[in-house]
T-cell receptor, first 111, second 116 residues
Framework: GNSVTQMEGPVTLSEEAFLTINCTYT??????LFWYVQYPGEGLQLLLK?????DKGSNKGFEATYRKETTSFHLEKGSVQVSDSAVYFC??????????FGTGTLLAVQP | DAGVIQSPRHEVTEMGQEVTLRCKPI?????LFWYRQTMMRGLELLIY????????DSGMPEDRFSAKMPNASFSTLKIQPSEPRDSAVYFC??????????????FGPGTRLTVL
């Protein structure tokens, strides 16, 4: 069945460091891929998405490219800020008609 | 827009009691989702509605859980009787269609449930 695997956290970085959070998926057909972010004490909110292969989603300095050949959707940011500290979820929308979430990766950015 | 509204934000109850969680989706959205988040199991979809009709409740853990959506602006998730293993954060989310392929789901702030 469809599934999402993302790197385990926590990921601890200094401010202005480069961020990569890995996400790979298994799916039948041609799913859409999402990154959601959850700030402390809040619900999840969409960060970016890509609906077909080679699409790049971007928002707030974050980027992720839908790579069908490697079944990946890695999240990147060139220079993180303390305010980026949150839990990041990779998710897949596909033929099962359910949004499948990864386990989440906690990012802690230190000043 | 006020976003998705959930109440209560925190609920502490004793085992065996009935618990009712409430959700008001974003006005104009026609799909509503209930999720449960725990450390052990992550984020799980419990049930979703489209145009007030339950479409898929296969994620509902057992008969103690029930959900209703009497109109487009209100939904409830009820647990009766509650058990300690039901302790979790419950999220409600809404979207303006039921296309999981592409649609953005907007999440509420969640209800943190503790069953003693």
């Amino acid at each position: 069945g469809n599934s999402v695997t993302q790197m385990e956290g926590p990921v601890t970085l200094s401010e202005e460091a480069f961020l990569t959070i890995n996400c790979t998926y298994t799916a039948t057909g041609y799913p859409s891929l999402f990154w959601y972010v959850q700030y402390p004490g809040e619900g999840l909110q969409l960060l970016l998405k890509a609906t077909k292969a080679d699409d790049k989603g971007s928002n707030k300095g974050f980027e992720a490219t839908y790579r069908k050949e490697t079944t990946s959707f890695h999240l990147e940011k060139g220079s993180v800020q303390v305010s980026d500290s949150a839990v990041y979820f990779c998710a897949l929308g596909g033929a099962t008609n359910k949004l499948i979430f990864g386990t989440g990766t906690l990012l802690a950015v230190q000043p | 827009d006020a976003g998705v509204i959930q109440s209560p934000r925190h609920e502490v109850t004793e085992m065996g009691q009935e618990v009712t969680l409430r959700c008001k989706p974003i006005s104009g959205h026609n799909s509503l989702f209930w999720y449960r988040q725990t450390m052990m199991r992550g984020l799980e979809l419990l049930i979703y509605f489209n145009n007030n009709v339950p479409i898929d409740d296969s994620g509902m853990p057992e008969d103690r859980f029930s959900a209703k959506m009497p109109n487009a602006s209100f939904s409830t998730l009820k647990i009766q009787p509650s058990e300690p293993r039901d302790s979790a954060v419950y999220f409600c989310a809404s979207s303006n269609s039921a296309d999981f392929y592409t649609d953005t789901q907007y999440f509420g702030p969640g209800t943190r449930l503790t069953v003693l």
